[in-house]
Each structure stands twice: as structure tokens, then as C-alpha cells.
């Protein structure tokens, strides 16, 4: 369960087999340049109900797609980040891993604390880039 703090930023990423690790795509990346295949991420800030710990979540397409199912309903709707934590569920392994999004009931209010430490982390945007950067170095 997460409250999710920041609008999502779009990242690409390719899995390099030789090395074990996921790569962030760059603007021009040779790997999507030469056919191969990408999966598409989003980066959000989220409040882990958990641990009450601000984090930064890398969530696959599919949970921002259905998270824009939910702003675009009647009953969930939402302009720009939901104001109630939301459940995410994964279920199965590689290939087949799926993942569902379900509002919560929890809408309560991110302590001051918390909204602090949110506002003190690095903007997304510099986050992307610096990754970019690594896959590009």
C-alpha cells in the first residue's frame, strides 16, 4: 500500500542479459536505434504505508495505465496524483508477472514530516537523467 506523492516520469529501459541489470534508455539509444526491444517504466515518489518511509518506485506501464483508468472513472477520478493510497498487487514470476492497481479507502493526510522529506528529494527529472547518463558512460 502507497500514497503516491509525485507525478510518474516515463523512463525506457533494456535488460542486458551479459550483466544482469536493467539500462535506461537515452534519447537516442542505440539499443531501441537497433531493433531491440524495451520495456516501458515509470517513476513515481510514493509513501510506503509500510515502513512510513518516502521512496522512489519504479512501477511498470501497466500500473500507470491502470492508475489513468482510475483518474478517468467517476467514482476515483483525480486531476493530477490520486489524493487516497493505492494497492499494488503482483502476482506470477518473469514473462508472466502481472501486476493490478486498486484505490484504497486510506485518504489520510501525509504527516509533516513526511511531506518534508518528500520535498527535499531530487526532482525526477535529474533522477532520469542521471541514469541515462550511466547507461551512456
Not at 48 to 76: C, H, N, T
Request: charged share 25%; glycine share 6%; with cysteine.
Amino acid at each position: 500500500i502507497v500514497r503516491i506523492l509525485s507525478e510518474g516520469e516515463y523512463i525506457g529501459e533494456h535488460f542486458l542479459q551479459s550483466e544482469q541489470k536493467f539500462v535506461t534508455c537515452s534519447e537516442h539509444c542505440e539499443l531501441c536505434t537497433s531493433g531491440e526491444k524495451g520495456q516501458n517504466k515509470v517513476l513515481f515518489y510514493v509513501l510506503d504505508r509500510k515502513d512510513g518511509k518516502v521512496k522512489l518506485a519504479k512501477m511498470p506501464w501497466s500500473i500507470f495505465s491502470q492508475l489513468g483508468q482510475l483518474q478517468e472513472s467517476s467514482e476515483y477520478s483525480f486531476e493530477t496524483i490520486p489524493p487516497y493510497d493505492v494497492i499494488i498487487t503482483k502476482s506470477g514470476q518473469g514473462l508472466k508477472t502481472e501486476y493490478k492497481l486498486l484505490a484504497g479507502r486510506n485518504e489520510a493526510p501525509i504527516n509533516e514530516e513526511q511531506m518534508q522529506e518528500f520535498i527535499n528529494l531530487k526532482p525526477l527529472k535529474l533522477i532520469v537523467e542521471k541514469m541515462q547518463s550511466d547507461f551512456n558512460e
